[in-house]
């Protein structure tokens, strides 16, 4: 098992930036991959981006390319997603995941592929 929990949510203006971390615990030896997802009131949750944890390989949706960074620190275990430029629109709860084994057996960027979750963060931007 896999524990994540989430922190850096909040409330930010348009334009503003947050910074997401994700600390995970217990069987996080040779962790696959980590991402972030995201979830609007009346919306299904979506992908927003995925570190692959060996190569650093990066993977990010379309909605967020040049805005937003993923990173980790491995020795801590944490996930990190600087958000900067943030928009209204990137208002969501925002979920940590774990990919624990690899490959991607299908799109990378479905929910899934990925085998454990935190309870999310809240982000909200004000315009």
């Known amino acids: 098992q896999v524990q994540l929990v989430e922190s850096g949510g909040g409330l930010v203006q348009a334009g503003g930036s947050l910074r997401l971390s994700c600390a995970a615990s217990?069987?996080?030896?040779?962790?696959?991959?980590m991402g972030w997802f995201r979830q609007a009131p009346g919306k299904e949750r979506e992908f927003v981006t995925a570190?692959?944890?060996?190569?650093?390989?990066?993977y990010f949706a379309d909605s967020v390319k040049g805005r937003f960074a993923i990173s980790r620190d491995i020795a801590k275990n944490t996930l990190y997603l600087q958000m900067n430029s943030l928009k209204p629109e990137d208002t969501a709860v925002y979920y940590c995941?774990?990919?624990?084994?690899?490959?991607?057996?299908?799109?990378?960027?479905?929910?899934?592929?990925?085998?454990?979750w935190g309870q999310g963060t809240q982000v909200t931007v004000s315009s």
């Open positions: 995941a774990v990919k624990r084994s690899g490959p991607y057996s299908g799109s990378r960027y479905s929910q899934e592929e990925y085998d454990y």
């Open positions: 217990g069987r996080t030896f040779n962790m696959y991959a």
């Open positions: 570190i692959r944890l060996s190569s650093g390989l990066t």
